[in-house]
């Protein structure tokens, strides 16, 4: 299951669940991904979701202490 998916189906299956457990699954879901491509904490990753009139704004952000560089890059 690819993020977009996952996402998609706690949004959709899991409506009363409360915005900090959502924020949570979201940071550990980033904090995955960023790890791939740079050293960071799982601390330093910050989620804020903001609704209004049903339209969602997600931030995220996060400090990287450095770039693990790939061995092969994609073209």
Same mark, same amino acid.
């Given at each position: ?23 949570? $699954?979201?940071?550990? #879901?980033?904090? &995955?991904? /960023? *790890? ?12 804020? $979701?903001?609704?209004? #009139?049903?339209? &969602?704004? /997600? *931030? ?16």
């Amino acid at each position: 299951m690819n993020l977009n998916e996952r996402l998609n189906m706690v949004i959709k299956h899991n409506k009363k669940a409360s915005p900090e457990q959502l924020k949570k $699954i979201i940071k550990s #879901d980033f904090f &995955y991904l /960023i *790890n791939n491509y740079f050293e960071a904490s799982f601390d330093d990753v910050i989620v804020e $979701i903001n609704e209004k #009139d049903g339209e &969602y704004k /997600i *931030n995220i952000s996060c400090k990287g202490d450095r770039v693990k560089f790939a061995r092969v890059l994609p073209e």
